[in-house]
């Protein structure tokens, strides 16, 4: 059996990651260890988490790093990888939120697959099916699949119209994903510096451009909640864009930053296409917060400063 560590962090929300914690604790194949990235660290707020692992509370062990401040959930999952796979009794790492609760057999589910046995091109990253337990148990985001024959990317909304299959090949994932020191050895981490927002794209492409599949295992679910106002959905030269309205002017921020820093990992040798595309991406923006979030100054102001910073690579924050 594989050994797993799980990571996740933290951030003054004590009540989800004592939750989350439960959830682990309850799974009938509980990791072998947790890692929490602190972004609160010197607050006190995990005191008593800690009090309950050294009283021998939890069926793994826990580490609770002190991070340098607060990192953003990018700086927490790139500090708790390292961490993790520094111990080499870890075989492969669970990402997770701290407001994302496995059901009891989900990582149980995910181990069901392994190498050799049912079809998956190994090594892969396996994923949970992330879905909103209040909405039904709907997708929490769109999940986009891979179709094996002609390489087509097909974005599913809804969790009644993914095909009934035990795993299904996706375009990447990292909410939820088990990737396993095989890929982890063989690629980069995630950019410490993406802060929130966007910061989950990253991930799953450095390890699809590096050739490694990920699939979803449609029996292991992860419960998270969906954005509060939902997704919009454009679809503009072939490709599917999705915009949070409501989503406040900081968020957008790092979000239209982020896209734009990608860029440059996708297309390092094409600088007046990037420049292009992040142009468009700013007027498409503009035209969404128009059309749903009336008129809005400082979110106007958030995505030109957000495009034209991460074009040029640089990661700073909206009051750098």
């Given at each position: 059996m594989e050994r797993i560590c799980a990571?996740?962090?933290?951030?003054?929300?004590?009540?989800?990651?004592?939750?989350?914690?439960?959830?682990?604790?309850?799974?009938?194949?509980?990791?072998?260890?947790?890692?929490?990235?602190?972004?609160?660290?010197?607050?006190?707020?995990?005191?008593?988490?800690?009090e309950q692992a050294a009283a021998?509370?939890?069926?793994?062990?826990?580490?609770?790093?002190?991070?340098?401040?607060?990192?953003g959930n990018a700086g927490g999952i790139a500090r708790g990888l390292e961490r993790a796979f520094s111990f080499p009794d870890?075989?492969?790492v669970w990402i997770l939120d701290d407001d994302s609760w496995p059901e009891p057999d989900a990582l149980a589910c995910l181990l069901s697959h392994g190498p050799g046995t049912d079809g998956m091109e190994w090594p892969c990253v396996r994923v949970c099916k992330v879905v909103d337990l209040k909405q039904g148990g709907?997708?929490?985001?769109?999940?986009?699949?891979?179709?094996?024959?002609?390489?087509?990317?097909?974005?599913?909304?809804?969790?009644?119209?993914?095909?009934?299959?035990?795993?299904?090949l996706t375009g990447g994932a990292f909410l939820g994903a088990l990737v396993p020191r095989e890929i982890h050895d063989k690629v980069r981490g995630p950019t410490a510096g993406l802060f929130i927002r966007g910061e989950d794209e990253?991930?799953?492409?450095?390890?699809?451009?590096?050739?490694?599949?990920?699939?979803?295992?449609?029996?292991?679910?992860?419960?998270?909640?969906?954005?509060?106002?939902?997704?919009?959905?454009?679809?503009l030269a072939g490709k599917a864009f999705y915009y949070e309205p409501g989503l406040d002017a900081r968020r957008l921020y790092y979000k239209v930053r982020n896209w734009a820093w990608l860029q440059r990992l996708k297309h390092p040798d094409s600088p007046l296409?990037?420049?292009?595309?992040?142009?468009?991406?700013?007027?498409?923006?503009?035209?969404?917060?128009?059309v749903y979030d009336a008129w809005s100054p400082s979110k106007f102001r958030s995505v030109c400063r957000g495009v034209y910073r991460g074009a040029c690579g640089r990661l700073a924050g909206p009051d750098e």
């Open positions: 990571i996740f962090s933290h951030y003054r929300r004590i009540s989800l990651t004592e939750m989350c914690l439960q959830k682990l604790a309850q799974q009938t194949v509980p990791p072998h260890r947790v890692v929490v990235a602190d972004n609160g660290a010197g607050d006190g707020s995990l005191d008593g988490v800690k021998g509370a939890y069926p793994f062990m826990l580490e609770i790093i002190d991070m340098p401040g607060n990192t870890v075989d492969a709907e997708l929490s985001w769109p999940m986009v699949l891979l179709d094996e024959k002609d390489g087509r990317r097909i974005h599913v909304t809804r969790g009644d119209a993914l095909p009934e299959a035990p795993f299904l990253e991930y799953p492409w450095i390890i699809s451009r590096a050739g490694f599949r990920t699939y979803l295992v449609s029996g292991s679910i992860l419960h998270h909640p969906r954005p509060a106002t939902g997704l919009v959905r454009v679809e296409f990037r420049w292009a595309a992040c142009a468009g991406y700013a007027a498409l923006c503009g035209v969404l917060i128009a």
